[in-house]
Structures are given as C-alpha cells and as structure tokens.
C-alpha cells in the first residue's frame, strides 16, 4: 500500500506480558516517528528515527519502553512488563526526510488495552 | 519546551456553517512550523493545513485557513462552509526545524468538532 502501515490494529493483552507494535513506512521515507495516544488526549512523542539510528528518545516514559529500526524500514515499538497506564493507541508516522518542509505521514496506529 | 493549548475541547456547528477553532503556543524560538492534522473516527491523523513561522501570508487550502499571529503565537483554523465529513478531532502542532533530532510534532490536547446536519 502507499500509506504508512501499522500492525496489530488492536491488541489486548494481559498485564505484565511483553507487547510488539509494528509499523512499515511509506517506502522510500528515512524518518519515522513514534508517538502515544491516551484517552482523550492529545499525542505525545516517544521516539525519532532517522535511517536505522534514533537521534531522539527523549519521549520513551520508562526503560520497559524500546524500539529500533532496520534496513531502514520497518520500526518495532517494544512494551516489556506492560502495565495498565501503558493501554493507549500508538501512532507511527513517516516523512520523506528530517527537513521541516517535509510533511509526517500517519499510519491508523496500533490500539493497546493492557486488563 | 515549547507548548500547545487548544482551550476548547469541544465544538458544535450546523452544516455550511464557519467554525473557528483556536491554538495558543509557547517558544522562545523565531523560527517554527505549525500544524493542523485531523483524526476521525478511524484514528488515522491527517494533515489539513500548514504554516511556517518566516512566512507573514496566512496558509489556505481549500475550505481551511488559518489566522497566524506570530507576535500573540495565536494559530487559528477556519473552516468555512462546513460539511458533515468535517467532523473529527482536530489537533493542533508545533514543530521546530532547527534543532537535531526536533522533528517531532507537539501537539494540543484537540478539540472535537461535530457537524450537526
């Protein structure tokens, strides 16, 4: 498909299990882009990556929260240990590089309900 | 750091109506990007309209618009004639280009916005 693709749509899971968000860029896109959803809120960054390195992980909230990049492709956001604060709908997006100019894409993003 | 309020969280306006919606920020910085992306009910967020900070002339496309006031940081959205498929969450965002690894958006809390027909 042509637009960012982010998988499961939804998972439940119990807590203390171990969780992985996938998402796939637009093809060709260098940046990508994790952020968190809560509910009725608005959203906030976790993490940047440009090619396979991540410049920024300023917004990951704890050490249980990973992620990484490779080929410069696909992301894997990685939840260890999840606990009932971390249900929440995660967003990925891409843009075609890190210039300001260049527009960050949205994938449908993954929701997470932690019981 | 900078941040993004949104002061109204919810919004009701009759099809063909304009509605405007408001975002307020804070930066130290000149030079900026701001953002309006709208997330329906699907959840994928979608860019509606952009505005750099260097930039006087306000942004338009289309039914949006947005009033830019760089001395009160004041970014509204204005969306003119109204239509039913115009209802979502609309998110305000701040971005500053200028530092490594700043990309990131930062966003308001939203607004919902409901078009009653």
């Known amino acids: 498909g042509a637009g960012v693709s982010q998988s499961p749509s939804n998972k439940v899971t119990e807590k203390g299990k171990d969780v992985e968000l996938r998402c796939d860029p637009i093809?060709?896109?260098?940046?990508l882009y994790w952020y968190r959803q809560s509910l009725g809120q608005g959203l906030e960054f976790l993490i940047y990556f440009q090619g396979n390195s991540a410049p920024d992980k300023s917004g990951l909230p704890s050490d249980r929260f990973s992620a990484e990049r490779t080929g410069g492709s696909v992301s894997t956001l990685t939840i260890q240990r999840t606990q009932q604060e971390d249900s929440a709908v995660y967003l990925c997006a891409s843009s075609l590089d890190r210039a300001s100019n260049q527009p960050q894409h949205f994938g449908d993003g993954t929701r997470l309900s932690i019981l | 750091a900078q941040t993004v309020t949104q002061s109204q969280p919810e919004m009701s306006v009759q099809e063909a109506e304009t509605v405007t919606l408001s975002c307020t920020y804070d930066t130290s910085e000149n030079n900026y990007y701001l953002f309006w992306y709208k997330q329906p009910p699907s959840r994928q967020m979608i860019l509606v309209i952009r505005q750099e900070a260097y930039k006087q002339q306000n942004a338009t496309e289309n039914r949006f618009s947005v009033n830019f006031q760089k001395a009160a940081k004041s970014f509204s959205l204005k969306i003119s004639d109204s239509q039913l498929g115009d209802t979502a969450m609309y998110f305000c965002?701040?971005?500053?280009?200028?530092?490594?690894?700043?990309?990131?958006?930062?966003f308001g809390q939203g607004t919902r916005l409901t078009i009653n027909p």
């Open positions: 965002a701040f971005m500053n280009p200028l530092i490594q690894g700043a990309q990131k958006l930062v």
């Open positions: 093809s060709g896109h260098t940046a």
